[in-house]
T-cell receptor
Framework: QQQVKQSPQSLIVQKGGISIINCAYENTAFDYFPWYQQFPGKGPALLIAIRPDVSEKKEGRFTISFNKSAKQFSLHIMDSQPGDSATYFCAAGVRGGNTPLVFGKGTRLSVIA | KAGVTQTPRYLIKTRGQQVTLSCSPISGHRSVSWYQQTPGQGLQFLFEYFSETQRNKGNFPGRFSGRQFSNSRSEMNVSTLELGDSALYLC???????????????FGPGTRLTVL
């Protein structure tokens, strides 16, 4: 019940294309869904987060879509750039912090020119 | 504002030894969480400390332990090292217990531990 399943494991996208990463969860108590971006040699950095009371959140080229009934959420990177090449992690947690964030296993994105 | 710092950045140890890793959170952050990152397993939660008390614990053996000091700095210790402990150990800090707006986690660069 605590798992967050992330797919795909790896993704290759042409420059200018759309990168889509999907996550699914089981625990209906989760109400906080952040995405992290990690470059080699660095720690993960918070990219964007969503709460279940909204279906979509956009920040620049990054959009989170959230489907509460399906218990799924996804990250879309529009106009993907080589600089977006990194590993992306979705996570789920409960606001209030009594339970730790649960992370997906990550998606390695490569954007090729 | 300085970010989360972790020391050392790299460590090489042999089986059976013990190791202590250190984490200094962002100023004003009172919660520190530790994660183990390995290829294919993603980030596995170890434990979270808030106000010097362990608030959450992941599914790791008792060889993994931690503590937090009154200045919010934290250390984690791994005793009797095994080859499988080779990983990147990440520390993350947040204002309060991790989760939600206002309590976002900010990660340090990690300590790369290699056990030979």
């Amino acid at each position: 019940q605590q798992q967050v399943k992330q797919s795909p494991q790896s993704l290759i996208v042409q420059k200018g294309g759309i990168s889509i990463i999907n996550c699914a969860y089981e625990n209906t108590a989760f109400d906080y869904f952040p995405w992290y971006q990690q470059f080699p040699g660095k720690g993960p950095a918070l990219l964007i987060a969503i709460r279940p009371d909204v279906s979509e959140k956009k920040e620049g080229r990054f959009t989170i879509s959230f489907n509460k009934s399906a218990k799924q959420f996804s990250l879309h990177i529009m106009d993907s750039q080589p600089g977006d090449s990194a590993t992306y992690f979705c996570a789920a947690g409960v606001r209030g912090g009594n339970t730790p964030l649960v992370f997906g296993k990550g998606t390695r994105l490569s954007v090729i020119a | 504002k300085a970010g989360v710092t972790q020391t050392p950045r790299y460590l090489i140890k042999t089986r059976g030894q013990q190791v202590t890793l250190s984490c200094s959170p962002i100023s004003g952050h009172r919660s520190v969480s530790w994660y183990q990152q390995t290829p294919g397993q993603g980030l596995q939660f170890l434990f979270e400390y808030f106000s010097e008390t362990q608030r959450n614990k992941g599914n790791f053996p008792g060889r993994f332990s931690g503590r937090q000091f009154s200045n919010s700095r934290s250390e984690m210790n791994v005793s009797t090292l095994e080859l499988g402990d080779s990983a990147l150990y990440l520390c993350a800090s947040s204002r309060g217990l991790a989760g939600g707006t206002g309590n976002e986690q900010f990660f340090g660069p990690g300590t790369r531990l290699t056990v030979l």
